[in-house]
């Protein structure tokens, strides 16, 4: 079974633009959370999907928001870029109802 | 709020010796939890699961849980140098919430 994709791998952008990052689950998988890895903060929770639905939300502001397609296939997009918002950013999907939670490879995001 | 805490480390331990991390937690809903494996400029990995109290052990990996003391551990047995890696504690409530990670344990195993 394929893992977690995530695309692209790299990103640079400037302050006030937006990005948009794009994750595929594992097949069969239709849950996707995803979440913000930076070395001050740990990884923190942005949201979960579940069967194109939010189900649960961390404690971002709203320029961070997602979306998941009926193909499971979810992207996440934030607006007006800070400084702050340089990290590697994480999707995971989940299959079962243990909450297991298999991680992909990460955008890493760099802010200028 | 809820709080995953780990000593950051480093753990240092030699070749073939037992490495023990800890983690506490202060949810006491908390019904999932987690040992991820992460190394450097990698995405953590999912090395070992648990839910309920005792032991879990998958090859030289042994799981802890204690739902009382509230308090989850890893055993690595016969540690070898490519587990020198952040180890990560993650715990759960029931399906659909986040994960909540601790901020993870260094380890290195020096030859």
């Known amino acids: 079974k394929a893992g977690v994709t995530q695309t692209p791998r790299y990103l640079i952008k400037t302050r006030g633009q937006q990005v948009t990052l794009s994750c595929s689950p594992i097949?069969?998988?239709?849950?996707v959370s995803w979440y913000q890895q930076t070395p001050g903060q740990g990884l923190q929770f942005l949201f979960e999907?579940?069967?194109?639905?939010?189900?649960n939300k961390g404690n971002f502001p709203g320029r961070f928001s997602g979306r998941q397609f009926s193909n499971s296939r979810s992207e996440m997009n934030v607006s007006t870029l800070e400084l702050g918002d340089s990290a590697l950013y994480l999707c995971?999907?989940?299959?079962?109802?243990?909450?297991?939670?298999?991680f992909g490879p990460g955008t890493r995001l760099t802010v200028l | 709020q809820k709080e995953v805490e780990q000593n950051s480390g480093p753990l240092s331990v030699p070749e073939g010796a037992i490495a023990s991390l800890n983690c506490t937690y202060s949810?006491?809903?908390?019904?999932?939890f987690f040992w991820y494996r992460q190394y450097s400029g990698k995405s953590p990995e999912l090395i070992m699961s648990?839910?309920?109290?005792g032991d879990k052990e998958d090859g030289r990996f042994t799981a802890q849980l204690n739902k009382a003391s509230q308090y989850v551990s890893l055993l690595i047995r016969d540690s070898q140098p490519s587990d020198s890696a952040t180890y990560l504690c993650a715990v759960s409530r029931p399906p659909g919430y986040a994960l909540n990670f601790g901020k993870g344990t260094s380890l290195l195993v020096t030859p």
């Open positions: 648990i839910y309920s109290n």
């Open positions: 995971a999907s989940s299959g079962g109802g243990l909450n297991e939670q298999f």
């Open positions: 949810d006491r809903v908390s019904q999932s």
């Open positions: 097949s069969g998988h239709r849950s």
């Open positions: 999907y579940f069967s194109e639905t939010q189900r």
